[in-house]
């Protein structure tokens, strides 16, 4: 056991943790951050992805000893003063969910495509969300959503 620091959606925080409990196990059940999900644990689904120093990264293969002193954020930290990002408002206004269970790590990963690409094509949406598994089949109107917030994040709706 140790103490590690993390900054969390911009906040500092210390937890008590093993080196190698994962940073989505400290996130869930030391933080109370339980927008990240639980999916596989092993990689391939993409319901745990947060971004880790600006990128996104599987918070289930990262041990909380390697995050320590990183910036961390989780799909709660979108939200800013009551606005939700661009890309949130845009899954909500195409309904692009069905259980809801992929929707947190598909939100990061489109807002780490966004920040990188401000108006990425359909095929540039689908190669990067191709890791990220919806067990519901909504990749319609989750492409959809991407396109809009690229459109409302260029108008500067959120952030
Ligand atoms: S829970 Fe991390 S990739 Fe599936
Ligand atoms: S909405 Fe159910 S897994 Fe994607």
Redesign the pocket.
């Known amino acids: 056991m140790g103490d590690f620091v993390l900054n969390v959606n911009g906040s500092d925080v210390r937890v008590n943790a093993s080196r190698e409990e994962t940073l ?1 196990s400290v996130l869930r059940n030391r933080l109370n951050l339980t927008g990240t ?12 992805t947060v971004l880790l120093e600006g990128k996104a990264t ?4 990262v041990p909380i000893g390697s995050a320590a002193n990183s910036k961390i954020l989780t799909v709660e930290g979108l939200e800013r003063d009551g606005i939700l990002s661009p890309v949130q408002q845009a899954f909500l206004a195409q309904g692009a969910f069905q259980c809801g269970y992929c929707t947190s790590g598909m939100v990061v990963r489109a807002t780490s495509l966004l920040r990188e690409n401000h108006n990425p094509s359909e095929e540039q949406i689908v190669e990067a969300l191709e890791g990220n598994i919806c067990r519901c089949g909504t990749y319609p109107r989750i492409v959809e959503a991407v396109k809009l917030a690229a459109r409302l994040q260029s108008k500067g709706a959120g952030r």
């Not at 599987?58 to 293969?61: A, E, F």
């Open positions: 989505l999900k639980y999916g596989c644990g092993e990689g391939q689904c993409g319901a745990c599987r918070s289930c293969l």
